[in-house]
């Protein structure tokens, strides 16, 4: 167990540029969420995947904002025309579903600065 | 619309001095509250889930207890490696994504 990896973990980036992370998530974990978190406040949910199937992508913040998970495997977040509003820390989290109890395992985050 | 508001904000103890964090909730249905440990610069780190009113679990100096309406966080003794946010989250039935409190952010002084 390798636990949740995301790369990268700083991106500095101009504004109206595009950013991509991406998220391996532990292997035997079926479903994989993406958060966002500003300083002082608590992780915001935007999106979460069950296998390659999105379940939920109305909280994404703008239609700037897109995630992928192909094959069920790895996950993707694009944010296409940074802001400087979108300057934040972006967490990966992923978790078994299939028990009774699910347990979220949280990646590092990648900090994103929009300059 | 469920909801956790986390209180206080920041708390600041001098070593070995015990106290309470605390967590209030609104949720639908409740599945699960969760318990995370936050470093600068990190991700949460998992500490507890607490499924039922009435349930308490402990690791080292923290303990976690929950009611139909808050959870608290208790610290005994603390050390300055628990400095850290405290984040507490619940899970509605069904599954659903977890949502967060900003969390309390602790100081322990030596």
């Known amino acids: 167990d390798t636990g949740v990896s995301q790369n990268p973990r700083h991106k500095i980036t101009k504004r109206g540029q595009n950013v991509t992370f991406r998220c391996d998530p532990i292997s035997e974990h079926n479903r994989l969420y993406w958060y966002r978190q500003t300083l002082g406040q608590g992780p915001e949910f935007l999106t979460y995947f069950q296998n390659e199937a999105q379940l939920e992508k109305s909280r994404l913040l703008s239609d700037r904002f897109s995630a992928e998970r192909p094959k069920g495997s790895f996950s993707t977040l694009e944010i296409q025309r940074t802001e400087q509003g979108d300057s934040a820390m972006y967490l990966c989290?992923?978790?078994?579903?299939?028990?009774?109890?699910?347990?979220?395992?949280f990646g590092s985050g990648t900090q994103l600065s929009v300059l | 619309e469920d909801q956790v508001t986390q209180s206080p904000e920041a708390l600041r103890l001098q070593e070995g001095e015990s106290s309470s964090l605390n967590c209030s909730y609104t949720v639908s249905g409740l599945r699960g509250l969760f318990w995370y440990r936050q470093d600068p610069g990190k991700g949460p780190e998992f500490l507890f889930t607490l499924y039922s009113a009435g349930e308490e679990k402990e690791k080292e100096r923290l303990k976690a207890t929950l009611t139909k309406k808050e959870s608290f966080l208790h610290i005994t003794a603390p050390k300055p490696e628990d400095s850290a946010t405290y984040l507490c989250?619940?899970?509605?039935?069904?599954?659903?994504?977890?949502?967060f409190g900003k969390g309390t952010r602790l100081s322990v002084i030596a």
């Open positions: 989250a619940v899970q509605a039935l069904g599954n659903t994504p977890l949502v």
């Open positions: 989290a992923s978790s078994f579903v299939g028990g009774v109890r699910e347990k979220l395992f």
